[in-house]
Antibody, heavy 121, light 110 residues
Framework: QMQLVESGGGVVQPGTSLRLSCAAS????????MHWVRQAPGKGLEWVAV????????NIADSVKGRFSVSRDNSKNTLYLEMKSLRRDDTAVYYC??????????????WGQGTLVTVSS | QTVVTQEPSFSVSPGGTVTLTCGLT?????????ATWYQQTPGQAPRTLIY???SRSSGVPDRFSGSILGNKAALTITGAQADDESDYYC??????????FGGGTRLTVL
């Protein structure tokens, strides 16, 4: 069973950048597509990004397109979310989630515990 | 822009049956939308209940089931229990790697 641990969250000022990591332990990270999902305080879940097992196919939600990017390093069993030009409304818990397949048509399945990003001056 | 719709709230009596739905403003839901359902309690990560319309996730009791009813995806809970009181979210694929969550349904068991 693959475990996911997000890190990199914290308090940052508007306009700055941050990189989140999602470290996977256990077997199989390199064969699964992965998602990032966020949840603003008191709000619902919002899909952010998906990346295929080999990183060749990826997509980003319109709400963050041009500011956020997703990548992975299968040699390190790690998923990344690079966030630039952060805004106050990016404040949220960010979850990574594995899928049950190798491409972006697979939904989020197994979840990490999340990392909180607070954008505030 | 396509929106995924869910009932904001629902209530069910203990032991009762409830069906939550997940629709698309752009049209009918099909199996190609890979509707997936999650349960979330405050302060916790989501728990996957049903994936790709009607496949139950490992460890999920069989009183949770997924289907397509009419033009929407549906999550049915039979024999509702007190600890089913949670927020329920659906997510659907719009194709080309685009996913959209519904706004969630707060289920009350009383």
């Amino acid at each position: 069973q693959m475990q996911l641990v997000e890190s990199g969250g914290g308090v940052v000022q508007p306009g700055t950048s941050l990189r989140l990591s999602c470290a996977a332990s256990g077997v199989g990270f390199s064969i699964y597509a992965m998602h990032w999902v966020r949840q603003a305080p008191g709000k619902g879940l919002e899909w952010v990004a998906v990346i295929s097992y080999n990183g060749r196919n990826k997509n980003i939600a319109d709400s963050v397109k041009g500011r956020f990017s997703v990548s992975r390093d299968n040699s390190k069993n790690t998923l990344y979310l690079e966030m630039k030009s952060l805004r106050r409304d990016d404040t949220a818990v960010y979850y990574c989630a594995k899928t049950g397949g190798d491409d972006w048509s697979n939904p989020p399945g197994g979840w990490g515990q999340g990392t909180l990003v607070t954008v505030s001056s | 822009q396509t929106v995924v719709t869910q009932e904001p709230s629902f209530s069910v009596s203990p032991g009762g049956t409830v069906t939550l739905t997940c629709g698309l403003t752009s049209g009918s839901v099909s199996t190609n939308n890979y509707a997936t359902w999650y349960q979330q309690t405050p302060g916790q990560a989501p728990r996957t209940l049903i994936y790709t319309t009607n496949s139950r996730s490992s460890g999920v009791p069989d009183r949770f089931s997924g289907s397509i009813l009419g033009n929407k995806a549906a999550l049915t809970i039979t024999g509702a229990q007190a600890d089913d009181e949670s927020d329920y979210y659906c997510v659907m694929s719009l194709g080309s790697g685009i996913w959209v969550f519904g706004g969630g349904t707060r289920l009350t068991v009383l």
